[in-house]
Structures are given as C-alpha cells and as structure tokens.
C-alpha cells in the first residue's frame, strides 16, 4: 500500500484501528468498549498484578507442555504415515477427522476421565495441534523428489543417513508449515480449555474481570493475549519462511 | 471390495474395538463401552430427543455459517481485489486469526446475554477469518496470464472477476469455508458449553451431571459424525458448482 | 483481405514497400529506474511472420504485451492499420506461453471463451470453436479438461481460441517454449503452413534462434540494456522451399550462424 509515494509499512493500519478504538471509547457509546488509553493504562497495572502471573505461568505451562506432545508425537507419526502404505490408510481418515471435528465436545471426556485440571488442558491443546502436524510431515515426506532419494540410494546411503539427511530436511518446509498452524491452533486450544474448565491460567481471570465488570482489566488481558497470540505467529512465520527459501525449488 | 474401503472399514473395527476393550476393563469409571455409547444414541435417536437437541444447535450454526460465509466471502473478494482495502482490513483478520478469539465469549456474553445472538456471534468469529484470508489470498494469487487473457479478448472488469477470478479462487475458497465451517462447529459446540446448556451441549452437560457417561459420548459421537458428513457435503456442492475442481488442476 | 494468396505475399515481402499490419513507433517501457524498452521503432508486415529474437531481459516480451494493449507503454505509440492501441482490441488475440487455459473448463469452452467474452450465444460460439478445434488437430478432445492434455495439446487449445475470435494480428509469446522438441517441431510446420493459408499478421517471440530463422519472414533481433533492434534479416529465400528440407539449407544454416555471432556476446 502507497500514500503519496510513500510505501506504508504491512500492519500499519492497526494504527487507524487503534485509533477509532479510541473514539469509539471515548463517545462512551458502549459500556462495554472503554477508550483503548484506558486500556493501555489498566495493561500495566495487570501486568504486574501476581494474578496475571500466575495465569501466565499456566497458560505457558500448559500450551507448552501441550505442544511439545502435539510435536513430539506428531512429526514422527506424519513421516511414518508417509513412508507406509497400510499406516497410512489406517490412520489417514482418523487424522482428517478430528483435523475438522468440532474438539470442544471432547473437552467434557476430557474433564471426567482427567479431572478439572492442568492435565485436561494440556491435552486439550494437543488435541487442538496435532493432526495438522501429522497432516503437513505426511505431505512433506509424500512430495521429497524421487531423484532425490534415488540420489541418496545410488550414494548408497543407510536408512538412518537417508532419514537424517535427505528425508527430513527435504519435508522440513512442510513439517515447519505444520508446526506454525499447529501452535496457533494450540493457543486456541489451550484458552478454550481454560474457558470451559474455568478454575485455572487466563479462563480464570476472564471469569473474574467479567463477573465484577472490570471492563478496562478485560481488554487489557485480551489484548495482551491477542498480541502474544499475534507475536508467536509471526515468529514462526518468519521461521517458516527462512526454510522455505529452497520449498519452492523442488 | 475394493482396497481403500476395506482399510477404512478395518480402521473403524479397530479403534472401535479398542474403545470397546477399554470400556469392558474398564479403564475409567467414565468410560462406557462402544456398544453401550452405540445404544444410547439409538435410543435418543429414537426417543426422538436427539433431533430436538440438533435441531437446536444447528440454529446458531447454520446462521452464524451463512452470515460467515457471505460476508467473508465478500470482505475476502474486496480485500484480495483493492490495495487499500488489503492494507485497511487484512490486518484486522490476520490478528483475529491468530488470536483466541473464543476468550471474547464473556464479553459477548455481556453484551448480547445469554441467547440466539451471543450463540451466533461466537460462530461468526470463530468462522470468519479463515474465510476472508483464504479467499483474500487466492484471489490475489490468480494467476497473471488467465487475467491477461480475459483482458486480451476485452473482458470487461466484472467479466474478469465473474468468469476468471472467482472460478480461478474456488478451490482455496472452498477450503477457506471448510475451515470456516469446521471453525464455526467448535464455536456452537464452545458456546453450548459454556454460554447455556441448551441443544447438544446440554445432552452433554445433562448426561454429564447424572453420570450417563454412554449418552454423553454418544452425543458426542453424533456432533462429530455430524461434521463430517456436512464437511462432505460441501465439498460436494464445490464439484456440483465448479466441475474442473473436482478433475484436477493443470499446473504448468 | 486484399492478398488471399500466399504468392501475393512472398511479392509484397520482397517490394520495396511492404504493406504494413502494426507499427511501432518510438516505444519505450520504463518500471520505476529501470528502462525495459527505450526509443523502439518497428514495422510489422501485413500476412507475415515477425520474431522478436533476442536474449532474456531484452524487452521481447513486453513489446508484445505493448502491442497486446495489455501494458501501457511509457512513451511512444503502437498503431494497428493506422489506429493507436488504447487496449486490447478485437483486431488482435495473444497466444500465451504457459497456455492461459481455464483449468475448470472443458476445451471447447476454452477455445470459445473469447467469443464468450464477446457476447456470442452458445450455439454459434461453439460451432465455430469445434471447427477450430478440428483445424488445430483436436477433434475427439472438446469434452476433456486442459490437465488430461500434454503440453502440446493444451497449446494447440490456446491456438485455436486465439484463432476462433478471427483477428487480424496474431501475437506469440514463446507459444512452443513449454512443450517437448519433437512437438515444437510439429508446431512449427503447423506455424508455417498457418501463416501460408491464413492471411494473417503474425508477432512471434522466441529465444530460440533456430525456431526464428526456421518460421519467421522477419527477424527483428532486439539486445538489452539499453533495448533496441539491433538488426533486420529476412530470410528471403527460405519461404519458397518446402518446410522439410529448409533445415539444411545453406542460407538457413547461415542466417543462423551470423545471429548467433552477433548474439554470443550477450550471454552471460
């Protein structure tokens, strides 16, 4: 986008929105919308409020525990389904379902066959990353270019330097890909785990500031959450995209 | 019988299987077996409270789908076309798409109350940013030379995007709307749940309370089944309405 | 058209002053600082065949697209019979190098779709695109979509839809650069025998010095940085001989000896 010949830089506009925001809140057209100053102000006293801590501390426990698993077991099962024929066929319909069933309805299994706590929630969060995990190993080991590893076979190559060398670097755009929306799926998941267990991280807070009405202490957690949500996509896209540089070349 | 049915089929007999298995030791007080979740569906089913409890949760879905898929469509088709509008809009989307947008649900709640409109509205969000982006994106993606065919032959503007542009865009819109719709059930599912107990929800919540552990899987089991068919069926209205998608893409 | 026949042309490609189908004049091209095209004249004979022949980055492609209406040029005009080109206009229909074809739409619908665009009913448009279909060597393919092609088959469906619309000026762009070489081979002939029967102005672009001594009555070679025509050859003999010996023929073999050693030079 230009404006008299200057190039404005990609997410400026949140400026502009940042701004109408600000009207808005200041017209005192809703209740519930105060002016995003305000906001701004109530995001630093939350910030240091040990309230806030330790909801941040269980929210990146929890997702970071539950995307270490939805990694872990993911990847491994994706290149596997690649490789084999009959896992594949086995597993693939499964994976595709639950890649678009709706998880929520799970979470109430989920809370009697683990209780009302931590552990719910990190599966919750697994659940939420890992089939596109699986998803996008499977397609990165299915795409590798045959003459590639027939390369690696003709240099006569073990299977164990074929997979370390050849196979996973040539599906790590893919795999990577994968992770990327596996983790915004997975800050997805582990809030609404919070939400509907609601006696534990940010589902907690929520609840509070609701119920009391605190609506400056609302947007400001909201915010915070929306921009670290925000930040950790982009992070892993710029990750993304400095393997990427050879995905296109194949 | 051909291979591809035979491993689904054998697929399905084992994970029911094991669920079946792990009932029978069972592993958890809450664990009914298959059969006993099986049973309980068909008598909801035919008890006829089943079709009450979908009819509904598929209010908020079915049009917090269709506001979904209209608008974001129409958002996506602008953003992707209009420079400004990218630069003014995209942002907004890309945050939303990013973000946990189901932690708004309190404030909706607050808002809107506790009925129709909240339960819509948290489909909607939910449902609406992948629509936009996907479409956004493949329409900005058309590739060059089909435009410059139209306008070689003199299409006009609307011509462009009516016979080039859209049907150029339709498979990675389609995808957007299969993620838009399967974004929208976890949001009617999260709004059953956590807003009021009404619909499916509330089998679940209900059956939960008094410790009907094989009417709660089996609801579960039929809004999962429940999703799949419709994901199915949309993509049988992509191939009804574009032919070639189903066929396969040229690429080069 | 005045010159149905082809002995007509092969005179009017020798006089002194040819009947001229689109002209160049003073054309240049600038993206920001950079200049792609600077100060290019060109004259394009009516009912033959021009190449623009040089190395990549030379400007070929966008003096074509110029004349397609399709960019704008920075300065300088194009006419067609005398007109100035605003835009795309019915007189003219581009063949693309990567083919351009719908993927969604069955071939006959692609061969019509430029009659489509021009509001012509269904009936009618698709009489006229199977008979080109037909003309092109597709007859049988009208129901199949353009992935169940090879490549010299999707480029016969983009060669009959620039036919079908019936314009004046056919313009090229690397048509045969996608396709394998016993295919491009084929198409050439084809190219040839086309260029012979139909009365049309042809505007080739290639790289391939071979192809454009091999198809072309004029090969404007256009070098880079600046761009310009650095030369005109017309190959005057080749027209008359039959389109299967002239690959051994000294004056081919020779045209293409002297491009290459005026081109040599700029490839890196």
Same mark, same amino acid.
């Given at each position: 986008?230009?404006?008299?010949?200057?190039?404005?830089?990609?997410?400026?506009?949140?400026?502009?929105?940042?701004?109408?925001?600000? #009207?808005?809140?200041?017209?005192?057209?809703?209740?519930?919308?105060?002016?995003?100053?305000?906001?701004?102000?109530?995001?630093?006293?939350?910030?240091?409020?040990?309230?806030?801590?330790?909801?941040?501390?269980?929210?990146?426990?929890?997702?970071?525990?539950?995307?270490?698993?939805? #990694?872990?077991?993911?990847?491994?099962?994706?290149?596997?389904?690649?490789?084999?024929?009959?896992?594949?066929?086995?597993?693939?319909?499964?994976?595709?379902?639950?890649?678009?069933?709706?998880?929520?309805?799970?979470?109430?299994?989920?809370?009697?066959?683990?209780?009302?706590?931590?552990?719910?929630?990190?599966?919750?969060?697994?659940?939420?990353?890992?089939?596109?995990?699986?998803?996008?190993?499977?397609?990165?080991?299915?795409?590798?270019?045959?003459?590639?590893?027939?390369?690696?076979?003709?240099?006569?190559?073990?299977?164990?330097?074929?997979?370390?060398?050849?196979?996973?670097?040539?599906?790590?755009?893919?795999?990577?890909?994968?992770?990327?929306?596996?983790?915004?799926?997975?800050?997805?998941?582990?809030?609404?785990?919070?939400?509907?267990?609601?006696?534990?991280?940010?589902?907690?807070?929520?609840?509070?500031?609701?119920?009391?009405?605190?609506?400056?202490?609302?947007?400001?957690?909201?915010?915070?959450?929306?921009?670290?949500?925000?930040?950790?996509?982009?992070?892993?896209?710029?990750?993304?995209?400095?393997?990427?540089?050879?995905?296109?070349?194949? | 019988?051909?291979?591809?049915?035979?491993?689904?089929?054998?697929?399905?007999?084992?994970?029911?299987?094991?669920?079946?298995?792990?009932?029978?030791?069972?592993?958890?007080?809450?664990?009914?077996?298959?059969?006993?979740?099986?049973?309980?569906?068909?008598?909801?089913?035919?008890?006829?409270?089943?079709?009450?409890?979908?009819?509904?949760?598929?209010?908020?879905?079915?049009?917090?789908?269709?506001?979904?898929?209209?608008?974001?469509?129409?958002?996506?088709?602008?953003?992707?076309?209009?420079?400004?509008?990218?630069?003014?809009?995209?942002?907004?989307?890309?945050?939303?798409?990013?973000?946990?947008?189901?932690?708004?649900?309190?404030?909706?709640?607050?808002?809107?109350?506790?009925?129709?409109?909240?339960?819509?509205?948290?489909?909607?969000?939910?449902?609406?940013?992948?629509?936009?982006?996907?479409?956004?994106?493949?329409?900005?993606?058309?590739?060059?030379?089909?435009?410059?065919?139209?306008r070689s032959?003199q299409?006009?503007?609307?011509?462009?995007?009516?016979?080039?542009?859209?049907?150029?865009?339709?498979?990675?819109?389609?995808?957007?709307?299969?993620?838009?719709?399967?974004?929208?059930?976890?949001?009617?599912?999260?709004?059953?749940?956590?807003?009021?107990?009404?619909?499916?929800?509330?089998?679940?919540?209900?059956?939960?309370?008094?410790?009907?552990?094989?009417?709660?899987?089996?609801?579960?089991?039929?809004?999962?089944?429940?999703?799949?068919?419709?994901?199915?069926?949309?993509?049988?209205?992509?191939?009804?309405?574009?032919?070639?998608?189903?066929?396969?893409?040229?690429?080069? | 058209?005045?010159?149905?026949?082809?002995?007509?042309?092969?005179?009017?490609?020798?006089?002194?002053?040819?009947?001229?189908a689109v002209s160049a004049r003073?054309v240049?091209?600038?993206?920001?600082?950079?200049?792609?095209?600077?100060?290019?004249?060109?004259?394009f004979?009516?009912?033959?065949?021009?190449?623009?022949?040089?190395?990549?980055?030379?400007?070929?492609?966008?003096l074509l697209k110029i004349i397609a209406g399709l960019l704008e040029p920075?300065?300088g005009d194009i006419q067609v019979d005398g007109k100035a080109v605003t835009g795309p206009g019915p007189d003219r229909?581009f063949?693309?190098?990567?083919?351009?074809?719908?993927?969604?739409?069955?071939?006959?619908?692609?061969?019509?779709?430029?009659?489509?665009?021009?509001?012509?009913?269904?009936?009618?448009?698709?009489?006229?695109?199977?008979? /080109?279909?037909?003309?092109?060597?597709?007859?049988?393919?009208?129901?199949? !979509?353009?992935?169940?092609?090879?490549?010299?088959?999707?480029?016969?469906?983009?060669?009959?839809?620039?036919?079908?619309?019936?314009a004046d000026v056919?313009l090229?762009?690397?048509?045969?650069?996608?396709?394998?070489?016993?295919?491009?081979?084929? !198409?050439?002939?084809?190219?040839?025998?086309?260029?012979?029967?139909?009365?049309?102005?042809?505007i080739?672009?290639?790289?391939?010095?071979?192809?454009?001594?091999?198809?072309?009555?004029?090969?404007?070679?256009?070098?880079?940085?600046?761009?310009?025509?650095?030369?005109?050859?017309?190959?005057?003999?080749?027209?008359?001989?039959?389109?299967?010996?002239?690959?051994?023929?000294?004056? /081919?073999?020779?045209?293409?000896?002297?491009?290459?050693?005026?081109?040599?030079?700029?490839?890196?």
């Amino acid at each position: 986008m230009q404006l008299f010949g200057i190039r404005l830089p990609a997410m400026s506009s949140l400026i502009i929105w940042g701004i109408v925001w600000e #009207v808005f809140g200041r017209l005192e057209i809703s209740f519930f919308v105060p002016p995003l100053s305000a906001v701004v102000t109530t995001l630093f006293e939350v910030i240091g409020s040990a309230a806030f801590q330790k909801a941040l501390y269980e929210t990146a426990y929890a997702f970071a525990s539950g995307v270490f698993f939805a #990694v872990v077991i993911g990847i491994p099962t994706g290149i596997m389904m690649g490789k084999n024929r009959l896992l594949d066929e086995l597993l693939l319909p499964w994976v595709n379902i639950f890649l678009s069933a709706p998880l929520t309805a799970l979470v109430p299994v989920l809370m009697v066959l683990f209780g009302f706590g931590m552990k719910s929630i990190i599966i919750t969060t697994t659940l939420f990353a890992i089939w596109i995990i699986i998803l996008n190993a499977r397609a990165g080991v299915m795409q590798i270019n045959r003459s590639l590893l027939e390369m690696a076979r003709s240099f006569g190559a073990s299977p164990w330097a074929a997979f370390s060398k050849v196979y996973f670097w040539a599906a790590l755009p893919e795999i990577l890909g994968g992770v990327r929306i596996g983790v915004i799926r997975a800050v997805k998941g582990v809030i609404i785990g919070q939400l509907l267990i609601s006696i534990v991280g940010f589902g907690a807070l929520f609840e509070l500031y609701a119920n009391n009405f605190l609506m400056e202490h609302f947007w400001a957690v909201l915010v915070v959450l929306f921009a670290m949500a925000f930040t950790i996509s982009e992070l892993l896209g710029y990750l993304e995209r400095r393997v990427a540089y050879y995905a296109a070349k194949r | 019988m051909n291979r591809p049915l035979l491993l689904k089929l054998l697929s399905a007999a084992i994970v029911f299987g094991a669920w079946e298995i792990a009932g029978r030791i069972p592993v958890s007080y809450a664990l009914p077996t298959f059969f006993e979740a099986m049973a309980a569906l068909f008598r909801m089913a035919f008890d006829g409270s089943l079709w009450t409890a979908y009819a509904e949760t598929l209010k908020p879905l079915a049009i917090g789908v269709l506001i979904s898929a209209v608008l974001g469509i129409t958002i996506g088709l602008w953003v992707g076309l209009s420079k400004w509008f990218d630069w003014l809009f995209s942002p907004i989307f890309i945050v939303m798409q990013a973000a946990p947008l189901a932690a708004l649900i309190p404030l909706l709640v607050m808002m809107y109350g506790i009925g129709l409109t909240s339960k819509v509205f948290v489909v909607c969000i939910m449902a609406m940013p992948v629509i936009v982006l996907n479409t956004a994106g493949a329409v900005r993606n058309t590739p060059t030379s089909l435009t410059e065919m139209g306008r070689s032959f003199q299409a006009s503007w609307w011509e462009v995007i009516l016979k080039i542009v859209i049907p150029a865009a339709s498979p990675v819109i389609f995808s957007g709307l299969r993620l838009g719709v399967s974004a929208g059930f976890i949001g009617a599912i999260l709004s059953e749940l956590k807003i009021t107990p009404t619909g499916v929800g509330d089998i679940i919540t209900y059956s939960r309370s008094i410790a009907d552990y094989a009417s709660m899987y089996a609801a579960i089991f039929s809004i999962i089944v429940l999703a799949v068919i419709f994901l199915n069926l949309l993509e049988k209205l992509e191939f009804y309405l574009f032919e070639g998608n189903a066929r396969g893409y040229a690429s080069d | 058209m005045a010159m149905p026949q082809t002995e007509t042309v092969h005179e009017t490609a020798t006089t002194a002053a040819p009947d001229i189908a689109v002209s160049a004049r003073n054309v240049s091209k600038n993206y920001g600082p950079v200049e792609a095209l600077k100060d290019l004249s060109l004259e394009f004979p009516r009912g033959q065949l021009t190449s623009l022949l040089g190395p990549s980055g030379c400007g070929k492609t966008t003096l074509l697209k110029i004349i397609a209406g399709l960019l704008e040029p920075s300065g300088g005009d194009i006419q067609v019979d005398g007109k100035a080109v605003t835009g795309p206009g019915p007189d003219r229909a581009f063949v693309f190098q990567d083919f351009a074809l719908l993927p969604w739409a069955s071939v006959i619908r692609n061969v019509a779709f430029g009659l489509e665009l021009r509001g012509i009913n269904k009936s009618e448009r698709e009489d006229i695109a199977s008979r /080109y279909i037909k003309d092109v060597g597709l007859a049988g393919f009208e129901h199949s !979509f353009p992935h169940e092609l090879s490549g010299g088959m999707r480029q016969r469906v983009g060669l009959a839809r620039a036919l079908s619309v019936d314009a004046d000026v056919l313009l090229m762009d690397e048509p045969f650069s996608a396709v394998d070489e016993q295919t491009r081979r084929k !198409f050439q002939e084809d190219l040839l025998a086309l260029v012979a029967n139909e009365n049309k102005t042809f505007i080739f672009v290639t790289h391939s010095i071979e192809e454009a001594v091999y198809v072309s009555d004029q090969i404007a070679i256009l070098l880079p940085r600046p761009s310009r025509v650095s030369d005109i050859i017309r190959p005057t003999g080749l027209r008359e001989k039959d389109s299967t010996s002239i690959r051994r023929d000294p004056e /081919y073999l020779d045209i293409v000896d002297e491009i290459w050693a005026s081109l040599r030079s700029y490839v890196e």
